[in-house]
């Protein structure tokens, strides 16, 4: 409760510094849009603007859109990551070859791969996609292979003795043993493949919240721009307190580390 009310109260804040600083002047209104109370009547606000939008259906739209190329990419790159992650930690040459190339690719921005997706793609929905995928794959890879890494080897041995061995052994004993591992790839995987889709949609999107907010840096419609940006907030908190958070506290409390 205390917790709620202090991000209440924080939230109240910001909107009070960000209103007064909309109300001085200081800035032109299309630079400095006012969040809920217009400077002149009948004035563009963030809040109207996002409301008619959303009335409209034209922020749902791009949201759908927007999430179901996320979803897409996001599924394949998390299948991709598990195979490799479990590739890497079951064969030692696999981890010296592809295990290597898989760290200097990490640190590669997704947005990079743009120019590359564009000549390969062309500008749509596959060339996206592929940024969304490229953009968590590798984070997904990484925390997978760490994850079956650590495996204890007691848990190994005695399934093995137990006539355990092959597909059956991975599902029943390595991938559980593996899950606090995959769920914290799943949370910072899910965060790549965001901010990737923000950046394909910004550059090449037809649709999407990306797809308007260029389209409001085009018309210099700072009120588009900052009610996607609070839709994107909302959907990024929502899905890293309700889903991944509450999939890490369950898991924790399984293994006896949570309260």
Do not use: C
Request: proline share 4%.
């Amino acid at each position: 409760m205390i917790t709620a009310l202090r991000r209440v109260l924080f939230v109240i804040v910001i909107v009070t510094i960000w209103e007064i600083i909309s109300k001085t002047n200081l800035f032109p209104t299309f630079m400095f849009p006012p969040l809920l109370i217009p400077n002149d009547p009948g004035g563009v606000t963030v809040l109207s603007t996002l409301v008619n939008g959303l009335i409209s259906g034209q922020i749902l739209g791009a949201t759908g859109m927007t999430l179901g190329r996320l979803l897409l990419g996001f599924s394949i790159a998390v299948i991709l990551g598990l195979i490799f992650g479990y590739l890497i930690a079951r064969y030692k040459w696999v981890d010296d070859t592809l295990g290597f190339f898989v760290t200097a690719l990490q640190s590669i921005p997704s947005i990079v791969w743009f120019p590359l997706a564009i000549v390969w793609f062309g500008l749509g929905n596959v060339a996206i996609l592929f940024i969304v995928t490229i953009g968590a794959t590798w984070t997904m890879t990484v925390n997978a292979s760490t994850g079956f890494k650590n495996v204890p080897n007691l848990y190994l041995n005695a399934a093995r003795t137990l006539g355990s061995s092959g597909t059956h052994l991975v599902r029943t004993v390595i991938l559980p043993a593996s899950v606090p591992h995959i769920i914290s790839g799943l949370r910072v995987a899910w965060a790549f493949a965001w901010r990737a889709i923000m950046a394909g949609e910004l550059l090449g999107g037809n649709g999407g919240l990306g797809y308007l907010l260029d389209m409001g840096r085009s018309l210099q419609s700072m009120d588009l721009v900052l009610s996607i940006m609070i839709v994107i907030g909302i959907i990024g908190t929502i899905m890293d307190n309700q889903v991944f958070l509450r999939m890490e506290r369950s898991v924790a409390r399984k293994w006896g580390v949570g309260t």
